[in-house]
T-cell receptor, first 113, second 116 residues
Framework: QQQVKQSPQSLIVQKGGISIINCAYENTAFDYFPWYQQFPGKGPALLIAIRPDVSEKKEGRFTISFNKSAKQFSLHIMDSQPGDSATYFCAASISNGNEKLTFGTGTRLTIIP | NAGVTQTPKFRVLKTGQSMTLLCAQDMNHEYMYWYRQDPGMGLRLIHYSVGEGTTAKGEVPDGYNVSRLKKQNFLLGLESAAPSQTSVYFC???????????????FGPGTRLTVT
């Protein structure tokens, strides 16, 4: 049972464009929603995260939009650059003391010139 | 600080062989995790530990065992490797909740395992 569904599987965006990756979750107990970025041959690294008490969080060119009623959240990358080409994973967790993350299936983003 | 390191980086096993993957962290983190990454399936939690001497099952624990004898080390064992265990394995660690930022997991560089 996949608790966090991520789309699209792959995405190609022109340099300077907006990249949008979507995730949906089922478990309403989730209370922390991070995005991880992974470059080829490397481990994932935390990019940005949000809690459900806010609808949006922005850090530089990266923004998370969160819709609690729809149980959806998305990552927006403004002014996408070739250096943003990577695989992006959304995730969710519950604050119950073990900090387990449930990951989406990943989106391979390619920024073309 | 080296962060999270994993040994070995690559390994090829034959079906039925055993091996141990070592994860080490120098950040004094309480929590440690083992994931496997397969194409189209994201990262799936195998086992995790919330402190020295404690371990628990994750989403896909079958065929794996773990041990956390020292706070800084988390070992993942395959007793009898199967081709279905061909994957990239990642170790991660994190602080107890309450630190800033909370819940961030720091990942190692991965171990690519092929079972023939």
């Amino acid at each position: 049972q996949q608790q966090v569904k991520q789309s699209p599987q792959s995405l190609i965006v022109q340099k300077g464009g907006i990249s949008i990756i979507n995730c949906a979750y089922e478990n309403t107990a989730f209370d922390y929603f991070p995005w991880y970025q992974q470059f080829p041959g490397k481990g994932p690294a935390l990019l940005i995260a949000i809690r459900p008490d806010v609808s949006e969080k922005k850090e530089g060119r990266f923004t998370i939009s969160f819709n609690k009623s729809a149980k959806q959240f998305s990552l927006h990358i403004m002014d996408s650059q070739p250096g943003d080409s990577a695989t992006y994973f959304c995730a969710a967790s519950i604050s119950n003391g073990n900090e387990k993350l449930t990951f989406g299936t990943g989106t391979r983003l390619t920024i073309i010139p | 600080n080296a962060g999270v390191t994993q040994t070995p980086k690559f390994r090829v096993l034959k079906t039925g062989q055993s091996m141990t993957l070592l994860c080490a962290q120098d950040m004094n983190h309480e929590y440690m995790y083992w994931y496997r990454q397969d194409p189209g399936m994201g990262l799936r939690l195998i086992h995790y530990s919330v402190g020295e001497g404690t371990t628990a099952k994750g989403e896909v624990p079958d065929g794996y065992n773990v041990s956390r004898l020292k706070k800084q080390n988390f070992l993942l064992g395959l007793e009898s490797a199967a081709p279905s265990q061909t994957s990239v394995y990642f170790c991660a660690s994190s602080y107890l909740s309450g630190y800033s930022p909370p819940y961030e997991q720091y990942f190692g560089p991965g171990t690519r395992l092929t079972v023939t």
